[in-house]
């Protein structure tokens, strides 16, 4: 798939998860974004970017730390998550903050213009994660700081769910998620990756978080709700019924005593700084 066609692809699939992204009863982003920010450590009076901000999870929590005398700017591809964001922004009577249509990959802002940029769970979904890295290197102030989150290894207990998905998942896919030489392999190869860019001194954590779902219906509902509907999609509609029977089955067998599900999703948190 050439780069204009991923670009599209993404942005498409966003804007069809963008009415329930976030929003189905499953706290998950919003756990990430307040440890991203933690780690990152905002100060008052700060510009900062935040890079595919979706519904705002890490956009609203870091305007209200940078405060009315800084900014926050958020940009998303996809149009219906920028809609529906700055419905909330004007619902919440923001002054400090803002929205807009861009590519993540490409962002048409002027150089030097940022304190902090963050990318909560976006870097993956670029076609060319340096070319990004190196875009946003370009945004920051002499100094400023970089805060990325990306996923580790899934939680090898929902290794049967996965399995159910895999025969209709492309060879390619499968092989960007696992290739030992790509940048999101390990700690050391992002961290490599952010270097070649300009970023120095890189620190990174990784951390396990418990998502807890209170039946598979919600683990369904919020598997639609965001970039992990691409599995669903993927399913023709012939096998829609078996797939979805067999992934009930799954998530069946791993329910708590209560009945609800928990998965533990880790999580790799990344912050550096401009070297220049």
Known sequence: MSVPDVR???AELFDRSSETYDSVGVESFAVIARQL??????VRGERVLD???GRGAVLFAAAAQVGEAGSVTGIDL???MIDRTLADIRDRGLTNVRAMLMDAQEPDLPAADF???LASAVLFFLPDPLAGLRAWHRLLKPGG???VTTFGGNDPRWAEVEEVFRPF????????IVNPAGPFASVRNFERAAASVGFVDASSVERKHPITFADPDQWIRWSWSHGQRIFWELVPEEHQLEVHTQVRTALDRLREPDGSIVMIQTVRYTVARDGS
């Open 8 to 10: 599209k692809a993404v």
């Open 115 to 117: 304190d902090t940029v």
């Open 78 to 80: 996809a149009p219906g």
């Open 51 to 53: 890079v595919g901000c």
């Open 169 to 176: 998942v492309p060879p390619e896919m499968i092989w960007a």
């Open 145 to 147: 700081r970089l805060g």
């Open 37 to 42: 920010l933690a780690d990152v450590g905002l």
